[in-house]
């Protein structure tokens, strides 16, 4: 099996080319086309299983199988990960750092508490350096594990309220919490010098969203969290998304935040225009299969929307 590069060098050119050469025609073009050419096309590449990794932007990617979607960045002498999966998902993306590099993993974070986030957490026990979440992620983290009597659980050693730094050599990492949006803890993880923003939850890319309200949540304050996101990080910054609906990539832009921001603004309206006209509940799910005005988002679920905008506004 070729070995697939994820590190930025001297080589890196080379060892794109290895990655993807299914997607990308390289004859006749110069190297600074090629790579130009890589990058547009995201050199996406399949590994033998079921995973996808994509590169997002310099040293950042993204990891995808089952659950929401893991950041991650690499290089020599650094590695972080951002977000975890499943026990098994977290061993697939492991073996391939392992490949590229023999630096342990140094830094690794929790967008917030979810199963789907969170449960590949104990692949890192023997492995880690720091281990950094928001204070109710912490906190959401351990209550779920004690009702559902889970073991084999590895907390975050390091919390913060509102904002943290992180650095290592040429990396600098912040962090910052705008406050209950789709959970009570999410947060947005920023590489500094790739540009780009780890969503977790905070966007599910043209998908009916889960909003937790048994963890916090709140729509209306989520609308603010994407405009103060969009407004600390600007519109040149890239995104990464815990989830999408089929068709939608896991990865964007400021617009998408705006996209997202919209589907929940028009699902306040409704929900606010369906309560006063003595819409139930039941009856509004039983006869909704897309919110007006955000008639993108898609698929499965958009109960949970209509039961969460309901309590929120109940
Ligand atoms: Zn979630």
């Not at 919490?177 to 969503?199: K, L, P, R, W």
């Not at 819409?279 to 039961?307: F, M, Y």
């Given at each position: 099996?070729q070995r697939?590069?994820?590190i ?9 080319l290895?990655?993807a ?14 790579k130009?050419?890589l990058?547009?096309n995201?050199s996406?590449f399949?590994s033998?299983g079921?995973f ?13 199988e089952?659950g929401?979607?893991?950041g991650?960045?690499v ?7 951002i977000?975890?999966q499943?026990?098994d998902?977290?061993g ?5 750092i392992?490949?590229q590099?023999?630096?342990k993993?140094d830094l ?18 023997d492995l ?5 979440a928001h204070?109710?992620?912490l906190k959401n983290?351990k209550r779920v ?9 590895l907390y975050?050693t390091t919390?913060?309220a509102t904002?943290q730094?992180?650095s290592k ?6 962090f910052n919490?705008?406050g ?5 803890g999410d947060?947005v993880?920023?590489f ?11 966007v599910f890319?043209r998908?009916?969203?889960y909003?937790?309200?048994s ?8 609308v ?5 996101t969009?407004?600390t990080?600007?519109?040149?910054t890239k ?16 617009e998408?935040?705006n ?5 929940l603004e028009?699902l ?9 006209s003595?819409?139930?509940l039941n009856?509004a799910?039983?006869?909704t ?7 993108e988002?898609?698929?499965?679920g ?6 969460a905008v309901?309590?929120?506004l109940s």
């Amino acid at each position: 099996m070729q070995r697939r590069k994820f590190i930025s060098s001297g080589s890196q050119l080379g060892a794109l080319l290895l990655i993807a050469p299914h997607l990308i025609s390289c004859k006749g073009k110069s190297s600074a086309e090629v790579k130009e050419d890589l990058i547009k096309n995201e050199s996406i590449f399949k590994s033998g299983g079921d995973f996808t990794i994509t590169n997002v932007a310099g040293n950042v990617w993204t990891f995808e199988e089952r659950g929401g979607t893991i950041g991650f960045y690499v290089t020599e002498d650094t590695v972080v990960v951002i977000d975890t999966q499943f026990p098994d998902q977290s061993g697939h993306l492991l073996a391939e750092i392992a490949t590229q590099t023999s630096s342990k993993v140094d830094l690794l974070v929790n967008t917030h508490h979810h199963g789907d986030h969170t449960s590949g957490n104990i692949a890192y026990k023997d492995l880690l350096g720091m281990h950094i979440a928001h204070e109710n992620s912490l906190k959401n983290q351990k209550r779920v594990a004690e009702e559902r009597e889970q073991k084999d659980v590895l907390y975050p050693t390091t919390t913060f309220a509102t904002d943290q730094k992180y650095s290592k050599g040429d990396l600098k990492m912040s962090f910052n919490y705008f406050g209950a949006a789709h959970t009570d803890g999410d947060i947005v993880s920023f590489f500094e010098n790739d540009n780009v923003a780890h969503m977790g939850d905070l966007v599910f890319n043209r998908r009916f969203p889960y909003i937790d309200k048994s963890a916090g949540a709140n729509i209306a304050n989520w609308v603010q969290v994407l405009d103060k996101t969009v407004k600390t990080y600007g519109t040149d910054t890239k995104y990464i998304f815990g989830h999408s609906a089929n068709g939608y990539p896991v990865r964007g832009n400021s617009e998408d935040l705006n996209a997202m921001k919209n589907y929940l603004e028009r699902l306040l309206e409704f929900g606010m225009a369906s309560i006063k006209s003595g819409i139930s509940l039941n009856e509004a799910k039983a006869s909704t299969t897309v919110i007006p005005g955000a008639e993108e988002w898609q698929g499965k679920g958009i109960e949970r929307s209509l039961d969460a905008v309901y309590q929120e506004l109940s």
